[in-house]
């Protein structure tokens, strides 16, 4: 099936470092939603945005929606154990009912 | 509680064997989506309900899949003849308002998902 390009795949950091995420696509999206999911259970949504140049914050996470509206980053500042799991972007292409998942960042701090 | 519950949580079936998931959306969500999640990707569309109407199913990979959501709230996933390769992670997610134009607010909530085994 169609997923979107999500770089990197996987990621170990330090705790304390920022982390640099993003997802392109070969279509323009409406929209683009930023999830993080841990084993076992349904991906948690963590921003969404709905327009092109759009910058949005939530604690220690920011995104933004690219303004070609075929890209969105995800930045996390001073990362801590608890932000372990996989992040992953999905995007609604104009016109459609359905959103499209990245393929995925698995992210791993070191305390 | 008030968010999207899914049941069962875990399914073992054997290979030929119908199965059916079910999906409670958070009250009076509009719509209603369903993926499938296999082992280490990201989740992929199956269809999408508005109410009770069925408005998009082009993510079902055969007919051997089957939605409904009847009176615009439970949902349920069914699936027959289970092959093997239908072993992944069905993934509920409800939206408090529909689809519509180029800039819609659509947030969607997912459900803990049920693991589906197929031996």
């Known amino acids: 099936g169609q997923q979107l390009n999500q770089s990197p795949q996987s990621m170990f950091i330090q705790e304390g470092e920022d982390v640099s995420m993003n997802c392109t696509s070969s279509s323009i999206f409406n929209t683009w939603l930023w999830y993080k999911q841990e084993p076992g259970e349904g991906p948690v949504l963590l921003i969404a945005?709905?327009?092109?140049?759009e910058l949005t914050s939530n604690g220690r996470l920011t995104a933004q929606f690219g303004i070609t509206r075929k890209d969105s980053f995800l930045n996390i500042s001073a990362s801590i154990p608890s932000d372990v799991g996989i992040y992953f972007c999905a995007g609604r292409p104009s016109g459609t009912y359905k959103y499209i998942f990245g393929t995925g960042t698995r992210l791993k701090v070191l305390a | 509680g008030a968010g999207v519950s899914q049941s069962p949580r875990y399914k073992v079936a054997k290979r030929g064997q119908d199965v059916a998931l079910r999906c409670d959306p958070i009250s009076g969500h509009v719509s209603l989506f369903w993926y499938q999640q296999a082992l280490g990707q990201g989740p992929e569309f199956l269809t999408y309900f508005q109410n009770e109407a069925q408005l998009d199913k082009s993510g079902l990979p055969s007919d051997r899949f089957f939605a409904e959501r009847p009176e615009g709230s439970v949902s349920t996933l069914k699936i027959q003849r289970t092959q093997q390769e239908d072993s992944a992670v069905y993934l509920c997610a409800s939206s408090s308002t529909r689809l519509a134009g180029r800039s819609s607010y659509n947030e969607q909530f997912f459900g803990p998902g049920t693991r589906l085994t197929v031996l």
């Open positions: 945005l709905y327009k092109a140049g």
